[in-house]
């Protein structure tokens, strides 16, 4: 079965660290774009950093110079490394991938809590 | 970067009724536009792609059309599963991905 599952959050203080991971099954996660996506309390989505096949990273402006993309292609699994935290960084964080032959999320795991809170 | 719009953000309808969600992009995308159908606790599912495309196991009462700037989400019959809120994404060659804001389908 194709499935991503994420794990990782959890509460942090303003100023903190976090990295979340998301573990792949029935797919290549290298062989494919993968992307975070989050969605703050009550509000919609918001992209956040992707990774193509290639290894090229890209992030949005709200988290650019703090948040890192990564992937272990052994282990099968993509990363989001979360320095410099903020309230505002305050969601639940979902890993996606684009599709084979579609540029769509067509996978999508459960999502991960992050609060950034004292 | 590349705006999307949704209107309305919020409609209430009944199970069979016929519902339409527009979707507007700041400037042409294509047909690199997507739908997404997310309910409350859970993860978007992908509904259509390429703006018209059918994802797999998606129900045939779902339709999507347009291109360039504007873009449409049709509901030929509205089920009890569809109360959920809806977006639409636009994926083409531009990043950032970005999403519209979303419009919020419930029960009238």
């Known amino acids: 079965e194709v499935q991503l599952v994420e794990s990782g959050g959890g509460l942090v203080q303003p100023g903190g660290s976090l990295r979340l991971s998301c573990a792949a099954s029935?797919?290549?996660?290298?062989?494919?774009?993968m992307s975070w996506v989050r969605q703050a309390p009550g509000k919609g989505l918001e992209w956040v950093s992707v990774?193509?096949?290639?290894?090229?990273?890209y992030y949005a402006d709200s988290v650019k110079g703090r948040f890192t993309i990564s992937r272990d292609n052994s282990k099968n699994t993509l990363y989001l490394q979360m320095n410099s935290l903020r309230a505002e960084d305050t969601a639940v964080y979902y890993c996606?991938?684009?599709?084979?032959?579609?540029?769509?999320?067509?996978?999508w795991g459960q999502g991960t809590m992050v609060t950034v809170s004292s | 970067d590349i705006q999307m719009t949704q209107s309305p953000s919020s409609l209430s309808a009944s199970v069979g009724d016929r519902v339409t969600i527009t979707c507007r992009a700041s400037?042409?995308?294509?047909?690199?536009l997507n739908w997404y159908q997310q309910k409350p606790g859970k993860a978007p599912k992908l509904l259509i792609y390429a703006a018209s495309s059918l994802q797999s196991g998606v129900p045939s009462r779902f339709s999507g059309s347009g291109s360039g700037t504007d873009f449409t989400l049709t509901i030929s019959s509205l089920q009890p599963e569809d109360f959920a809120t809806y977006y639409c994404?636009?994926?083409?060659?531009?990043?950032?991905?970005?999403f519209g804001p979303g419009t919020k389908v419930d029960i009238k």
């Open positions: 400037q042409s995308i294509s047909s690199y």
């Open positions: 990774i193509y096949s290639g290894g090229s990273t």
């Open positions: 996606a991938r684009d599709g084979d032959s579609m540029p769509a999320f067509d996978i």
């Open positions: 029935g797919f290549t996660v290298s062989s494919n774009y």
């Open positions: 994404q636009q994926s083409y060659s531009t990043l950032p991905f970005t």
